[in-house]
């Protein structure tokens, strides 16, 4: 069975970054680097605090001259240091981000190729989009502000406090008394963050899922009227998120406020004792002006690790989103065997299926035969499992529980790859792809073929006619889905494709139930150059393709009720019968 919609998994802060710096472990050197070039920048920091006190007691209170001379230097030096290093940091940090990105964006886009075809039915197509394009870029954000904030400003403030210690270690104190009330305060303010960022995450995703349906469905909303419905939806999703960020920065500068004020309490407080020691010669000009200027310098950095808690927690909301979707189950391939082309039949024992959820099954012990290279056309009405039975065949679906088997091989021993390499699907809705005729008919593993075969597959599809009337040929482009194409267009470039493939099994799943009369003939005449010496399971509906068939199968409620060529399925007047004359079996137009 396939995955279900499910919440996402809650995982620890230490679990997340341990999995993202496994994306780095190529890097340590750069990553070095980038911590020591950091660590220098802060460390310039309490140096220029110290340098105060020479500067007023040596050069302005007694009048060093020479004290005045290599003071000015050194904080040139200082700076030329902060610059240089933070231009390395800069740097450094740039690449590992952007090769955390690219290495995230890979790996999450090769799960999605290599998904089961039922999570893409349980699950929004935004929200797995919104996972590449902004969980990502939200994790590199995150991890790399969170080093920075951490490394730098947590040495600038040990470096500050430090200089502290030792110009007064009891005014200062007075600082770790409130350490404590701070630590409540981010604590109880990141628990209310991560929650607001995954809410945050679903809300996008539903943002970026309603501008998809829109963008899709164009035709549909223009001719249906439904602007003002797609306004609203988006109006809707877009509110969510503004609200939600609104609690977001609530929560967040509430925390920042908080904890602002209890530091600048304690900053009062501190400042004051030392105006007092000041007065009493307790401290010096210099001890004072360094002592003050480091209190103040203190300030930035602690703002910066007060707001950084929202980061840090939009940061691990989008990395549990992401590392959730990592862990999803990828298609099963634990089959070894190689699928020759087939000789004798493809049988299915005994046969069960069903939908996560649903009330019944959609294959309900289904028994059956397809001889190699016969025709057999699926027949019934909707929802009676023709589709289900296909997909089977390519295993986009596994059997719950009974027996697929080509020449005898269960299909589940087989290789995806090797089994797949083997079969050619033609349906109704064609996939075609934003770029060149030439690029759709040799898609994928096809791509090696000359331009000469694919002109030939374009003539036997009845495609040739079209194509050569088009300004740049096979290299027109055609736009997103084909969408400068018509209907029989799009559908004979589909037939090409599969006619290049040449596989021994065809799939045609309703390939000329949309189309027009002219469309279907010229579709339907490639249909049978396609067909030709080939294993053919059809699903559809008009009359001319089933009575052509070796065997028709008739289905209903996922189990075979019948099965016969045309004339005998007509004479047991039965449910094909009924069909046919009920006209669920339509002829083909003249």
């Given at each position: 069975?396939?995955?279900?919609?499910?919440?996402?998994?809650?995982?620890?802060?230490?679990?997340?970054?341990?999995?993202?710096?496994?994306?780095?472990?190529?890097?340590?050197?750069?990553?070095?680097?980038?911590?020591?070039?950091?660590?220098?920048?802060?460390?310039?920091?309490?140096?220029?605090?110290?340098l105060l006190k020479p500067l007023i007691d040596q050069g302005f209170v007694a009048k060093n001259v020479s004290a005045m001379q290599w003071i000015p230097f050194a904080?040139?030096?200082?700076?030329?240091?902060?610059?240089?290093?933070?231009?390395?940091?800069?740097?450094?940090?740039?690449?590992?981000?952007?090769?955390?990105?690219?290495?995230?964006?890979?790996?999450?886009?090769?799960?999605?190729?290599?998904?089961?075809?039922?999570?893409?039915?349980?699950?929004?197509?935004?929200?797995?989009?919104?996972?590449?394009?902004?969980?990502?870029?939200?994790?590199?954000?995150?991890?790399?502000?969170?080093?920075?904030?951490?490394?730098?400003?947590?040495?600038?403030?040990?470096?500050?406090?430090?200089?502290?210690?030792?110009?007064?270690?009891?005014?200062?104190?007075?600082?770790?008394?409130?350490?404590?009330?701070?630590?409540?305060?981010?604590?109880?303010?990141?628990?209310?963050?991560?929650?607001?960022?995954?809410?945050?995450?679903?809300?996008?995703?539903?943002?970026?899922?309603?501008?998809?349906?829109?963008?899709?469905?164009?035709?549909?909303?223009?001719?249906?009227?439904?602007?003002?419905?797609?306004?609203?939806?988006?109006?809707?999703?877009?509110?969510?998120?503004?609200?939600?960020?609104?609690?977001?920065?609530?929560?967040?500068?509430?925390?920042?406020?908080?904890?602002?004020?209890?530091?600048?309490?304690?900053?009062?407080?501190?400042?004051?004792?030392?105006?007092?020691?000041?007065?009493?010669?307790?401290?010096?000009?210099?001890?004072?002006?360094?002592?003050?200027?480091?209190?103040?310098?203190?300030?930035?950095p602690f703002k910066r690790i007060t707001n950084m808690s929202q980061t840090m927690q939009q940061g691990l909301a989008s990395a549990e989103s992401v590392f959730g979707?990592?862990?999803?189950?990828?298609?099963?391939?634990?089959?070894?065997?190689?699928?020759?082309?087939?000789?004798?039949?493809?049988?299915?024992?005994?046969?069960?299926?069903?939908?996560?959820?649903?009330?019944?099954?959609?294959?309900?012990?289904?028994?059956?035969?397809?001889?190699?290279?016969?025709?057999?056309?699926?027949?019934?009405?909707?929802?009676?499992?023709?589709?289900?039975?296909?997909?089977?065949?390519?295993?986009?679906?596994?059997?719950?529980?009974?027996?697929?088997?080509?020449?005898?091989?269960?299909?589940?021993?087989?290789?995806?790859?090797?089994?797949?390499?083997?079969?050619?699907?033609?349906?109704?809705?064609?996939?075609?792809?934003?770029?060149?005729?030439?690029?759709?008919?040799?898609?994928?593993?096809?791509?090696?073929?000359?331009?000469?075969?694919?002109?030939?597959?374009?003539?036997?599809?009845?495609?040739?006619?079209?194509?050569?009337?088009?300004?740049?040929?096979?290299?027109?482009?055609?736009?997103?889905?084909?969408?400068?194409?018509?209907?029989?267009?799009?559908?004979?470039?589909?037939?090409?494709?599969?006619?290049?493939?040449?596989?021994?099994?065809?799939?045609?799943?309703?390939?000329?139930?949309?189309?027009?009369?002219?469309?279907?003939?010229?579709?339907?005449?490639?249909?049978?150059?396609?067909?030709?010496?080939?294993?053919?399971?059809?699903?559809?509906?008009?009359?001319?393709?089933?009575?052509?068939?070796?065997?028709?199968?008739?289905?209903?409620?996922?189990?075979?009720?019948?099965?016969?060529?045309?004339?005998?399925?007509?004479?047991?007047?039965?449910?094909?019968?009924?069909?046919?004359?009920?006209?669920?079996?339509?002829?083909?137009?003249?």
């Amino acid at each position: 069975m396939g995955s279900s919609a499910k919440p996402e998994i809650s995982m620890s802060g230490w679990t997340l970054y341990r999995r993202i710096f496994q994306y780095l472990r190529n890097y340590w050197g750069l990553f070095f680097v980038s911590i020591v070039s950091m660590a220098l920048a802060a460390a310039t920091e309490p140096a220029f605090v110290a340098l105060l006190k020479p500067l007023i007691d040596q050069g302005f209170v007694a009048k060093n001259v020479s004290a005045m001379q290599w003071i000015p230097f050194a904080i040139i030096g200082l700076f030329v240091l902060r610059g240089v290093t933070s231009y390395i940091n800069e740097y450094a940090t740039a690449q590992l981000s952007g090769q955390l990105v690219l290495k995230m964006r890979t790996e999450l886009f090769n799960k999605l190729l290599n998904l089961p075809m039922e999570y893409f039915a349980d699950n929004k197509s935004g929200r797995m989009i919104s996972r590449i394009t902004n969980d990502v870029t939200q994790i590199s954000n995150a991890g790399f502000n969170i080093i920075t904030v951490t490394v730098k400003d947590g040495i600038t403030i040990m470096g500050l406090l430090g200089w502290l210690f030792y110009t007064d270690w009891q005014l200062t104190l007075i600082t770790f008394v409130l350490l404590p009330v701070v630590a409540v305060c981010v604590r109880y303010v990141s628990k209310r963050l991560r929650s607001l960022s995954r809410r945050n995450q679903q809300y996008m995703g539903e943002m970026t899922q309603v501008l998809s349906e829109s963008v899709h469905a164009a035709k549909v909303v223009k001719i249906y009227g439904g602007q003002a419905q797609e306004q609203q939806r988006f109006g809707e999703s877009i509110h969510n998120v503004l609200v939600n960020n609104v609690k977001k920065s609530v929560t967040s500068s509430l925390n920042t406020g908080i904890t602002q004020l209890i530091i600048a309490v304690a900053l009062s407080a501190i400042l004051y004792f030392a105006a007092e020691r000041a007065r009493n010669n307790a401290f010096t000009a210099g001890d004072f002006m360094s002592y003050l200027s480091a209190m103040l310098m203190l300030f930035a950095p602690f703002k910066r690790i007060t707001n950084m808690s929202q980061t840090m927690q939009q940061g691990l909301a989008s990395a549990e989103s992401v590392f959730g979707f990592l862990d999803e189950k990828s298609e099963p391939d634990t089959g070894s065997k190689t699928l020759a082309p087939l000789k004798h039949a493809i049988t299915l024992e005994d046969v069960v299926f069903r939908y996560p959820n649903a009330e019944r099954d959609a294959i309900n012990h289904l028994n059956l035969t397809i001889e190699a290279g016969k025709i057999v056309a699926l027949v019934g009405a909707s929802g009676c499992g023709k589709t289900t039975l296909a997909n089977m065949l390519s295993r986009f679906l596994i059997a719950d529980t009974g027996r697929i088997a080509y020449d005898g091989v269960d299909i589940n021993d087989l290789d995806l790859k090797s089994l797949r390499s083997q079969i050619a699907l033609v349906s109704q809705d064609v996939v075609l792809f934003n770029g060149t005729i030439m690029d759709n008919i040799a898609y994928g593993e096809l791509n090696q073929h000359s331009r000469e075969e694919v002109e030939r597959a374009a003539k036997m599809a009845n495609a040739w006619a079209f194509i050569e009337k088009l300004p740049q040929g096979l290299d027109t482009l055609i736009g997103e889905n084909g969408t400068k194409l018509s209907g029989g267009q799009r559908q004979r470039i589909a037939i090409a494709r599969a006619l290049l493939k040449n596989a021994p099994i065809l799939i045609l799943d309703e390939a000329t139930s949309a189309l027009d009369n002219e469309s279907e003939r010229l579709v339907q005449a490639a249909l049978e150059q396609l067909m030709q010496a080939r294993t053919t399971i059809v699903i559809a509906h008009r009359l001319s393709t089933i009575e052509q068939a070796d065997l028709i199968v008739v289905m209903d409620n996922g189990q075979v009720v019948e099965q016969g060529s045309h004339t005998e399925l007509l004479q047991k007047q039965g449910r094909y019968a009924h069909l046919h004359s009920a006209q669920l079996i339509k002829h083909t137009p003249e």
